[in-house]
């Protein structure tokens, strides 16, 4: 079973509309991260959190808001999805011990 | 603000070749990350380069750091078509995120 997972991994929206994009691990990491990706702009980061009470902006959180129900579980809302919301969304864990992060398999997200 | 750059974005290369990318980064970091993505699935790890002059190799692949001059390199040999994917580099300075470049897309060819 991956270690990462990320539900749904498809999902086709209107704009206006309300979603959530979810987040677990299995690999007993206390911080999780989202990024979204955009053809050929690289990967950025929306929102990061150390742990259960600890979240914190990334460089473009605007739009978007998170919730970190448990160590394992972090979620990612769209309070009201607009098209260049339009992306394909990561999530990832941090191991402190090797300093190495891990990629759930991405949500490819589509506002109309 | 902390910025990262790669080059090239693009290369198309021969296989059998050598060839390397460059990622250089705009504030002093230790903690340097190389990844690989095919398309469509998510960012597979390559190298973790923890301090200056740190040198990883993983088959053809070979990663180096110099935190001096805030250079990192992915040098490949004796390119093969299996290697055809896009390279990202990225930048972590306090675990509060990565910074990525925006990727080298890499096409090897016969």
């Known amino acids: 079973d991956a270690d990462v997972t990320q539900t749904p991994r498809n999902r086709i929206t209107k704009t206006g509309k309300r979603i959530m994009l979810e987040c677990s691990q299995t690999?007993?990491?206390?911080?999780m991260y989202w990024y979204r990706q955009d053809p050929g702009l690289g990967l950025r980061l929306i929102y990061y959190?150390?742990?259960?009470?600890?979240?914190n902006k990334g460089e473009i959180s605007d739009g978007y808001s998170v919730s970190r129900q448990a160590q394992a579980k972090f979620s990612l809302s769209l309070e009201s999805a607009i098209p260049n919301q339009t992306a394909l969304y990561f999530c990832?864990?941090?191991?402190?011990?090797?300093?190495?992060?891990?990629f759930g398999p991405g949500t490819r997200l589509t506002v109309l | 603000e902390l910025k990262v750059e790669q080059n090239p974005l693009f290369l198309s290369m021969q296989e059998g070749k050598n060839y390397t990318i460059y990622c250089n980064y705009s504030?002093?970091?230790?903690?340097l990350y190389w990844y690989r993505q095919d398309p469509g699935k998510s960012l597979e790890s390559l190298f973790v380069?923890?301090?200056?002059?740190a040198v990883k190799q993983e088959g053809r692949l070979m990663a180096s750091l110099d935190t001096k001059a805030r250079l990192s390199t992915l040098h490949i040999t004796a390119a093969v078509h299996d290697l055809s994917a896009t390279y990202f580099c990225?930048?972590?300075?306090?675990?509060?995120?990565?910074?990525f470049g925006k990727g080298t897309h890499l096409i090897i060819q016969p």
């Open positions: 380069l923890l301090s200056n002059g």
């Open positions: 504030t002093t970091s230790d903690r």
């Open positions: 690999k007993g990491h206390d911080r």
């Open positions: 990225a930048v972590d300075m306090y675990a509060d995120g990565l910074t």
């Open positions: 990832a864990t941090h191991a402190v011990d090797t300093n190495e992060q891990f």
């Open positions: 959190s150390f742990d259960v009470k600890d979240i």
